[in-house]
């Protein structure tokens, strides 16, 4: 897969970097700490597995704490998902959320689907906490209730950024939050001279959140990096 790989060899000039680069082995050092600090048990272990058996990049320990604490701070009930994989970050919005809280997570792969169902029973979340909707992300968020959702976290196609936010912050409540997933990672967002696509949808979603008058945004690089706004002025 094309984000591994990246990651893979990012990953690799990393560590031949920190051989030799005071400044890289710090970074390195933090990292590992702030991975570290955010404790995971056997159930994300387990899913974290599956994810790698299948191919599919989950959030890292760090950023999945941070969804969490988002999802408490806002009192989520109601989450949507955009990119549901085999349910680390589920399972990280799950636990920040209301006891009663109803994660709605969307995939266009079955097989993920069933690999993240497995992942949220073996956790002990019934099938009323999670709804499942198997299908292209921009189609089903367009059917989804306006209004009617505390927080949207997408973390799948970077070119569709820009719809998942057009279509996620007219989800959300006053005062909910979206987040998008990996806007630092593989693209070099910073990267001046660079023009391909995904690059140029993440620079035109961080754009448009920034100047948002109904939005309070920032940018947390924590993992692959999240773009996260507040609803501060009528979403919809
Ligand atoms: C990076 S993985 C998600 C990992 C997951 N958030 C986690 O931490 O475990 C991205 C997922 O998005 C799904 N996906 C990508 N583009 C999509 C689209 N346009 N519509 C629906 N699902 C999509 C992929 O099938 C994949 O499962």
Redesign the pocket.
Known sequence: MV?RSARVRRANLSRVTSETDPTAALADAVSGFVDGFAAEDDVITG?RGR?RELG????SPATGAALGLLATTVQARSVV??????????LHLLRGMTADGVLTT????PE?HRAARRVFTSAGYPSGRVRTIT????DVLSRLTAGGYDLVFA???LV?YRGYFDQGVQLLRPGGVIVL?NVLADVHIGEDGRRDPELLALRDVARTMRDDDRLRPAVLPLGGGLLAAAVVGPAT
């Open positions: 984000l899913a994810a599919c990049p989950a959030v998902e955009i990119g549901t994989g085999t349910g680390v970050s589920g969307i995939d266009w792969e993920f299908g292209r992300a921009l973390d799948a196609t569709e997933h």
